[in-house]
């Protein structure tokens, strides 16, 4: 093992045994290097006459460049959008990113968290994840309605095991039964639990309401509590877009950060949808864990482990799209260009359960419970989803996304309101059509 490695993993053990338990065998050998990039930052702060390290083409003093590129650029100098960013992420970004991060869930003003490390987009930060915390044979807790790249990431590269449990209940709520059966199971089996939770859910839609999220958290702690290391990952891909007063508006990670020596809280979130920049890839992920001792120096390690992850993966997330990120962040037009766009998407959920609410469905499909995000499911009564799917394509230009044998997901978030109602009443056609057949 790498020495500087041991190191990181003598002051994580040192100020929580429990939090280096849990690690992986990846991560407990990360590290961030002291080597080109260390020298360089040296380098940078020091070498006021010549500085030969950084592996970047330079002319007169400045970072050489096209004007065929920074001409689409004219408000931002090639050195905030050519250059390598940090593997860590610009430093200015990560502390604006928990400075927002801590406005948006008041609950954890003055919780001890770590500095957000920079992912490129929350994809990459859930396979950041997964090399430091999962190891072959996990158990990793999902729902039984997931996003299908969970699979990808925690099964087919990490060589996971990854456990359902039923999303929802008999009366259209979270099925807290189900999770917490899961839970117990898998501390049982392995004296360890990994429990990845997504709210706003894709693809359902669905956010816990305020009495569930505190149950969800009780489940949690008290799990870490008799004895059992627990890894909660919360996934805030789609944070913010609450729709309903039920919902739960702060991310799970502020009530589980801060709760038990045992339980680990890692927030992964991003700019992606928060801040509608898809294609910018700019991603988070921070860490929440109570720590007797030196908790800078706890977080300090887990960030170079982290930042070693992304430096031996994909190097660094993009400086431009940084930038962008940051600029959007310090814009005093931020907040009211986000409730701009909440409004229309929230008026789009109004109008998708107004429309639904008509009887002459009720015979073909049944919607899911959903109150936020992106996304709501349908459940098929009569014909089989990918049958469906493939038909509305082909003979009315509708394209949905089939999960399973009976279920469909529209994403209501590229769907105007207008075309709400002939979307339905397409769907149902559909319906028609292929019951016809089978006749």
Not at 408 to 417: D, P
Request: aromatic share 8%.
């Amino acid at each position: 093992m790498n020495p500087i490695a041991q190191e990181l993993n003598q002051i994580i053990r040192k100020e929580n045994p429990f939090l280096f338990e849990m690690m992986s065998n990846i991560g407990k050998n990360l590290y961030w290097p002291k080597g080109i990039l260390s020298q360089s930052a040296e380098a940078k702060e020091k070498a006021h006459r010549i500085n030969a390290t950084i592996g970047i083409a330079t002319e007169g003093g400045r970072t050489m460049h096209l004007h065929s590129v920074m001409g689409s650029l004219q408000e931002i100098e090639p050195e905030a959008a050519l250059t390598y960013a940090p593997s860590y992420g610009i430093p200015a970004l990560r502390k604006a990113w928990r400075d927002a991060m801590r406005t948006k869930n008041p609950s954890m003003a003055d919780a001890a968290i770590s500095l957000p490390v920079v992912t490129c987009g929350i994809t990459h930060g859930i396979s950041v994840f997964a090399d430091l915390w999962v190891d072959a044979g996990d158990i990793v807790l999902l729902p039984d309605m997931m996003w299908g790249n969970y699979a990808m990431i925690l099964s087919v590269r990490k060589g996971a095991e990854i456990r359902h449990y039923q999303l929802f209940d008999e009366k259209g709520g979270f099925n807290l039964k189900a999770f917490s059966g899961a839970v117990s199971a898998a501390a049982a089996a392995q004296g360890k639990v990994i429990a990845l939770l997504n709210f706003p859910q894709n693809p359902s839609g669905y956010t816990l309401t305020k009495a569930e999220a505190h149950q969800v958290a009780r489940i949690l702690t008290e799990t870490a509590q008799a004895g059992t290391n627990v890894v909660a990952v919360v996934d805030d891909a789609y944070f913010g877009l609450f729709y309903e007063e039920e919902t739960f508006k702060e991310s799970l990670f502020s009530k589980l950060c801060g709760q038990d020596p045992r339980l680990l809280a890692i927030k992964l979130d991003g700019a992606t949808k928060e801040n509608f920049v898809w294609g910018l890839r700019v991603g988070f992920i921070t860490y929440g864990i109570p720590v007797e001792g030196d908790s800078a120096a706890v977080y300090e390690a887990l960030e170079k482990k982290t930042a070693g992850a992304v430096r031996g993966s994909i190097s660094n997330a993009s400086h431009l799209s940084q930038t962008l990120v940051l600029r959007s962040l310090k814009d005093p037009k931020n907040e009211q260009e986000h409730q701009e766009k909440f409004e229309i998407l929230k008026a789009r959920a109004s109008r998708l359960k107004e429309v639904l609410r008509d009887p002459k469905y009720a015979d073909a499909f049944e919607a899911y419970p959903f109150n936020s995000g992106y996304f709501m499911c349908i459940r098929l009564k009569t014909v089989d989803a990918e049958a469906l799917r493939v038909h509305l394509l082909n003979t009315y230009g509708v394209g949905l996304i089939s999960l399973g044998k009976w279920n469909l997901r529209i994403a209501f978030s590229c769907l105007e309101e207008t075309d709400i109602t002939e979307l339905f009443d397409t769907i149902l056609k559909g319906i028609g059509d292929l019951e016809l057949k089978q006749a």
